[in-house]
């Protein structure tokens, strides 16, 4: 079973925000929640990662629910280049510190002129 | 910093040929992992290596072995290739705790 579910799509307008939602409701205590995009024709690439807190980057900015059952990936302005598939992954329920790290669907993020 | 380097980039098999992906990164990380991509799916787990000399199953390991040689390497057989392993695919590493995913750029394997 997929460990987080996510949108399979999302439209945005450039220069926009846009917010990426995540939910992780089985997520476990030592669980650190990574955000990946995926631009076409390329691998994977890391953009934020999490625990707990709120988290920034030149990137973006993860925002975590109190409760950690969720989070949020925010791009403050969208452009052209931010177009691609976003990962939210955890590191498997029961792998202890293994780093067993499942990927799910991702969404598709299009971003308009 | 070459980070993780996979070979080869491209790779054609007949049914029934045999080959291995090599993968090696120079972070000096203990976890590392194949994973395979299909055309407009997201990534499956293939095997991973959490340190030198383990290895463990991910989510689709049939069909496949892996070798930890050492830290820095970590191959991925395919010992008889079939057309539904046809694919990207992707080797990472990373380091300790809540450390990121590093990827290669991948292999894009065709088995005809």
């Known amino acids: 079973d997929a460990k987080t579910t996510q949108p399979n799509s999302m439209e945005s307008n450039e220069e926009e925000p846009v917010h990426l939602p995540c939910n992780h409701s089985?997520?476990?205590?030592?669980?650190?929640i990574h955000w990946y995009r995926q631009l076409p024709s390329q691998g994977p690439e890391y953009v934020i990662h999490?625990?707990?807190s709120n988290v920034n980057n030149r990137m973006a900015s993860l925002a975590i629910a109190e409760d950690r059952k969720s989070s949020t990936l925010i791009l403050h302005r969208a452009t052209l280049r931010d177009a691609a598939v976003y990962y939210c992954?955890?590191?498997?329920?029961?792998?202890?510190?293994?780093?067993?790290?499942?990927f799910g669907q991702g969404t598709t993020l299009q971003v308009k002129p | 910093n070459a980070g993780v380097t996979q070979t080869p980039k491209f790779q054609v098999l007949k049914t029934g040929q045999s080959m291995t992906l090599q993968c090696a990164q120079d972070?000096?990380?203990?976890?590392m992992y194949w994973y395979r991509q299909d055309p407009g799916m997201g990534l499956r787990l293939i095997y991973y290596?959490?340190?030198?000399?383990?290895?463990d199953k991910g989510e689709v390991p049939n069909g496949y072995n892996v070798s930890r040689l050492n830290k820095r390497e970590f191959s991925l057989r395919l010992e008889s290739a079939a057309p539904s392993q046809t694919s990207v695919y992707f080797c990472?590493?990373?380091?300790?705790?809540?450390?990121?995913?590093?990827f290669g750029n991948g292999t894009r394997l065709t088995v005809t």
């Open positions: 999490g625990l707990t």
């Open positions: 990472a590493s990373r380091g300790p705790g809540g450390s990121p995913l590093h």
């Open positions: 089985t997520i476990s205590g030592t669980d650190y």
């Open positions: 972070m000096n990380h203990n976890s």
């Open positions: 992954i955890l590191r498997a329920v029961g792998s202890g510190n293994t780093g067993k790290l499942i």
């Open positions: 290596s959490a340190s030198e000399g383990t290895t």
